[in-house]
C-alpha cells in the first residue's frame, strides 16, 4: 500500500509534482539522492510554493540502518523522514492549514508501521530491521527468529505490539477522513480503510506474516472501495 502514489492524483500537472516528490523520497531513503532529483525536486517546491525545508528535514533524518536500538530512534526517522514527505503532499493536495499537521505525521508512521508489518520478510532478506532493539527484548525475541519464519508466541506478543502501535496511529489521524474534501477526502478514506483492514488480517493471520503475502482479496477490496464512497465506514 501506497497511499498519494502519483497515479491517485487528479491532474497530469499535479501527478507530474508527485512522482518528483516521490523519487526525492525514495532517493533519500535509500542514499541515492543525485543532483538531477535534488534538482527537480526544489522546482517542484518553487512551482508549487512548497516549503523546501521539509526537503531537507527528509534529507537529514535519512540513514540506512540494520536495526535501531531504542523505538524513540524510529519514530525520529518516521517523522522527519516520512512524515516531512506526507506534509509535502498534504500541501502539493491543498491542505496548508496548521491543525493538520499532527493528523498527517500520524498517518504517515500508521503507513510507515503497517508496510514495514507486511513486508518484514523482504526487509530482512534487504539486511534491514525496522522493530527497534528494545522492543524486541521486551519480548524476548531475537532477530534470528524473524529471519527463521517461526510465529513464536514471543513474536505474536512482538507483532501485536506493533499493531497496536499502528492502530494508535491510524486514530490519530482519523479526524483527516473528514476534515479532507474533494477527492483528497475520498483518497485517504480509501487508504485510512485499507490500512486499518490489513491489520485485521495480519491478526487474523496470527500474525504470520511470511508464509504467504499480506494482502486483501480482491472481493474485500471491491467492498472497502463502496463502503467509502458510499461513507458507510464514517457515520
Known amino acids: 500500500m501506497v497511499p498519494f502514489a502519483p497515479n491517485e492524483w487528479p491532474s497530469p500537472e499535479l501527478r507530474e509534482a508527485a512522482a518528483g516528490l516521490w523519487a526525492w523520497n525514495r532517493a533519500v531513503r535509500n542514499l541515492q539522492l543525485s543532483d538531477a532529483v535534488q534538482q527537480e525536486a526544489r522546482q517542484i517546491c518553487r512551482r508549487h ?6 526537503l531537507a528535514a527528509q534529507q537529514q533524518g535519512a540513514r540506512i540502518e540494520d536495526g535501531y536500538a531504542v523505538a524513540e530512534e524510529l519514530l525520529t526517522y518516521m517523522d522527519t523522514v516520512m512524515g516531512a514527505h506526507a506534509m509535502l503532499l498534504a500541501k502539493l493536495a491543498g491542505e496548508r492549514s496548521r491543525w493538520v499537521e499532527q493528523p498527517v505525521h500520524a498517518f504517515a508512521r500508521a503507513v510507515f508501521m503497517t508496510r514495514r508489518l507486511c513486508r518484514i520478510k523482504h526487509d530482512l532478506q534487504a ?9 524486541m527484548q521486551q519480548a524476548g525475541v531475537e532477530r534470528a527468529h524473524l529471519e527463521s519464519g517461526e510465529v513464536t508466541p514471543g513474536v505474536r506478543r512482538l507483532l501485536w505490539k506493533q499493531v497496536v502501535l499502528a492502530r494508535d496511529a491510524y486514530a490519530g489521524c482519523r479526524t483527516l477522513t473528514t476534515d479532507f474534501s474533494g477527492w483528497l477526502r475520498r483518497r485517504f478514506r480509501m487508504a485510512w480503510t485499507r490500512g486499518v483492514h490489513m491489520l485485521a488480517l495480519i491478526e487474523a493471520r496470527r500474525f504470520d506474516v511470511w508464509s504467504r503475502p499480506v494482502e486483501l482479496a480482491g472481493f474485500r477490496r471491491a467492498q472497502l472501495y463502496w463502503q467509502v464512497y458510499v461513507g458507510k465506514t464514517f457515520r
Open 127 to 135: 539486511g534491514r530491521l525496522w522493530i527497534p532493539r528494545d522492543v
Open 49 to 54: 510554493d512548497l516549503p523546501e525545508s521539509l
